[in-house]
């Protein structure tokens, strides 16, 4: 009666991995014939691959590449202010160019950018109008001018005040996309919408 082989290593099933690539057994038929033998010992079914296209590409060796020290650290305080520097030149600058600056994986760019540094991509806000310094100190010029006739004259300078604004309308505005936000139950038929751009004339609208 066969029994399973509690104690193995992994150069041992490596040379079982050859032994029956030699005989012309395929990786999945031999990864199945493994695992009930060597129990939660067995070599995980990518490693069987593996080791199969190591041998038919002429491999001998069935022990593991020797490797030399630790894996390289790139996120390091140089090369992290190296990154940083980059974004602060360009707010638009991409992960695939960060990436081939100091050449390095996307996922490990990435990884500085938003774990280490945390910097995150955010798009602009819309704003009415931009205004430049000479409009902001004329703004506050009025609202002191408003302040102090209101300790002068209390609330009936309020009444006295008119505001007004205009904006343009068009004859005709489509319904926006999220507008048509309806339920559906999955056996309705899909609902279509289809583009329509705004009217081309419109009234200017003026409100006191």
Not at 49 to 75: C, M, Y
């Amino acid at each position: 009666m066969a029994a399973p082989l509690n104690a193995c290593t992994t150069i041992e099933q490596h040379g079982v991995v050859r032994f029956l690539w030699a005989k012309g057994t395929a990786a999945k038929d031999i990864y199945k014939e493994m695992l009930p033998m060597y129990g939660e010992h067995y070599l995980s079914r990518q490693a069987v691959h593996n080791w199969v296209q190591k041998f038919s590409e002429g491999r001998t060796s069935i022990e593991d590449e020797h490797r030399v020290g630790r894996p390289v650290e790139i996120a390091i305080p140089a090369t992290l202010q190296r990154v940083e520097d980059i974004i602060r030149a360009d707010r638009r600058v991409t992960i695939d160019a960060v990436a081939t600056a100091i050449g390095c994986s996307l996922d490990k760019a990435y990884n500085m950018m938003h774990e280490r540094l945390s910097f995150h991509k955010v798009c602009s806000r819309w704003v009415p109008r931009q205004l430049t310094p000479q409009h902001k100190n004329q703004r506050i010029g009025l609202s002191l001018q408003h302040l102090q006739r209101y300790q002068d004259e209390g609330d009936d300078m309020l009444s006295r005040i008119v505001t007004g604004d205009d904006s343009w309308v068009h004859h005709y505005e489509p319904e926006t996309k999220r507008a048509s936000i309806q339920w559906k139950h999955t056996a309705s038929p899909a609902h279509k919408k289809f583009k329509v751009t705004p009217l081309t004339r419109k009234v200017m609208l003026t409100v006191f």
